[in-house]
């Protein structure tokens, strides 16, 4: 097993370097370059002292020097500074990122234990009257893109009801300016968590020991919670951390449509800014988290399942 | 400011798509009928949640072909006397009534979001169907040898589905990228991929065969190659061409979904490959090209098809999210995540101005899942 998240380990070290350097890469492009030089000193400026400014500041040396150089600052806990911000990158992102573990830590909160009992009470009867009504369910909750239901829900709670807020305040979470986000995003993800694990529910309850315990006279109670729940919440487990890009996504989604000044907020504003450091950062923070929870989903379904042997 | 009534806005409304309902009452009348003899689509009319997404997705392909008759008022033309009244105002100056409402700058909705399904249903089928060759040129390789290709191919596609799809879109559809030859090559590479394996695969199956091979080449050499100079290099002349910030969002969108398809079409093939008749067909000494693209792939078509109802579907997601953060599209453009983008800012004023192209978007994926349901349904009966 060690063997195994070592190699895992290293596989993911090396993705994140060939997905730096891409990124790196991309928002190093030469049009980008020029904007910044014409941002940061004045926006008339002749082609040739543009030239001499980005000469004089090291975006004329060669990428893969500059790569390196980033890297190198990265490793140290030195990510530049942010141009839209006017502090160092370090200062901007963290805060940011906290007040987005706010809301996620809220979305997954409601989110898997929802999406998990909407699956095991389809999954346990299939094709009964609470399965297909479940399913319908998450067909249209999974077919209903966040700035979709996010307005929808802000129509009906917000504009009609009056009950909660449009706008979240980020650093200062109270029900009613949290609550709308946080349903947005849950809703979203349940439809798809909740099939799968329909899905799993569905196959273990047509396993042979599950007819031989029903055999022995095991209560339908007992036999969903003693035999079939352990086997199908396997699939789903992988299911949700293979969730969290969509999820990343859906943070920047939901950020933008209520002003939560999170992690996702400001991917969005170092992004229209141009600001190079900040963008590089935020990418570095997405990427890793991916790579992380593709990883737990690896090493987590090799621990939880018996039957998976690593080699 | 005079309005119409609810009752006639539903009237004039469902009046104007009267081409669509024509259309959908000759699909379906014709499909029933003949259901016995369509095979999987014909199978499609036996499950209740499988007509619903066929109405739908229909419903709104058909409102793209009519759009301009369907339409009341040209999409981008500007009312400046009914901005953003309600459903139903009657523009005194023109004396035109706007079925949906104006938006923030006085422009029909009703006319907009039919001209939006124009967008979303020629780049979402057309990027999945390029993401499809690419998966398919790729994942069948992978699968079928496994080894140290599977390995490199995977790592490739590991890569790119590590990036959350909305940093692809902010690293890859920004004008700055737009200056450089990178959505042009991006491009260029990417439609290869589908005159790669529709001529190749005319190729394993017909090399013996002159009568077949020639006409067939030099259809697949002459239409793919007139579509691939025209969308990648974009000369002047009778070509088919994008503009360069459509290009832009066309390749993205395909380098976002392929990974997809080619890890299904990856998964697919180490299944298929292990069956009996695959075995006969490599002891009878065919290459092993056939056997992937005449073998193993019509044979795992239904999985295939049931994804590709579904991948159209989050196609038209995607497309949505680059209109809502204001990506690559022009600002006027009547497409639905463009339009939701610039009319959320005014829900305070009513929910109308926004309703109708949210709906719009969020039906068509419905009925495109639905569809995928209703097909998965079917073709687990085999």
New interface residues.
Partial sequence: MLAFILRRAGAMAL?ML??SF??FA??N????LR?LALEQNNTRMEAAAVERWLTENGYRAPLLERYGAWLGGVVTGDMGRSTRFRAPVAEVLWPRLGYTAVLAFWVLVTMIPGALLIGVLAGMREGSATDRSLSVFA??T????E???G??F??IFA??LGWLK?VARAGAPTFDTLALPVMTMAIYGMGYISRMTRAAMAEVMTAQYIRTARLKGLSFRAIVLRHALRNALIAPFTVIMLQF??L??GV??VE??FNYKGFGWT??EA?NN?DIDL?LA??LV??AV??TT?AISDIGYAALNPRIRVS | MQFLSAGQIVAQALAQFWPVWLCLAAIFGAGLAFRGRLGLFGRLFHSGVGMAGLGLVLFWALTAVFADVVAVHDPLAQFGAVKRQGPGVIDPVSGAAFLFGADNLGRDLFSRVAHGAQFVLIIAPAATLVAYAIGVALGLPAGYFGGRIDAALSFLANLVLAFPVILLFYLLVTPGVRETAIPNAMAGVFFLFPLLVAGGAIWLRYAGRRAVLIPAMAAVIGVGGWLYVGLVFAPPGPFVTLAPNVLNIFAAVVFASSPGVFRIVRGLTMDIRTRDYIAAAQTRGERAWYVMLWEILPNARGPLIVDGCLRIGYTTILLGTLGFFGLGLAPESPDWGSMINQTRGFIRLGAFIVLPQTLALASLVLGLNLLADGLREQALRD
């Avoid at chain 1, 492009?29 to 980008?32: A, D, V």
């Avoid at chain 1, 999974?142 to 893109?145: C, F, I, L």
């Fill in positions: 993705t060939a997905l891409i990124v991309l928002v492009l030469e049009p980008n904007k067909i249209v999974s077919a209903t893109p700035y979709v239901s307005i929808i802000t129509v504009s009609g449009g890009p969509w990343l996504t920047v989604i933008t449509l991917l969005v992004a141009n963008l935020c990418s997405s990427v991916v790579l593709q």
